[in-house]
């Protein structure tokens, strides 16, 4: 069984940065895409960003591009999100999210096409 681990979030003013950590156990870590999720309250889950399982190919959603940065380690079995110049409507909990395949593809947005969640991290944005 896959298990993953989001840590990182807090509390940060508009125009600062946070690095989330996914640490991902069971198996190696290499073997799925990764992707990021956030939801807001009263909103739906939204896909941010995905990252290949060899870390040469990533997406992003339209509103994160150029603010985050998706990374990943395989030899800590780690994946990253860096997120720079947040905004207020980042505030959300941000979930890791593995898929059974080696490449995002064209549903990575879509939190149905993924196999194995964490329990998510808080993200706050505000002054």
């Known amino acids: 069984q896959l298990q993953l681990v989001e840590s990182g979030g807090g509390l940060v003013q508009p125009g600062g940065s946070l690095r989330l950590s996914c640490a991902v156990s069971?198996?190696?870590?290499?073997?799925?895409?990764i992707g990021w999720f956030r939801q807001a309250p009263g909103k739906e889950r939204e896909g941010v960003s995905c990252?290949?399982?060899?870390?040469?190919?990533?997406v992003y959603t339209d509103s994160v591009q150029g603010r985050f940065t998706i990374s990943r380690d395989n030899s800590k079995n780690t994946v990253y999100l860096q997120m720079n110049s947040l905004k207020p409507e980042d505030t959300a909990v941000y979930y890791c999210?593995?898929?059974?395949?080696?490449?995002?593809?064209?549903?990575?947005?879509?939190?149905?096409?993924?196999?194995?969640w964490g329990q998510g991290t808080q993200v706050t944005v505000s002054s």
């Open positions: 069971g198996v190696t870590s290499d073997s799925y895409a």
């Open positions: 999210a593995a898929k059974n395949r080696a490449l995002c593809g064209s549903s990575w947005p879509r939190d149905s096409s993924y196999d194995h």
């Open positions: 990252i290949s399982k060899s870390g040469n190919s990533v």
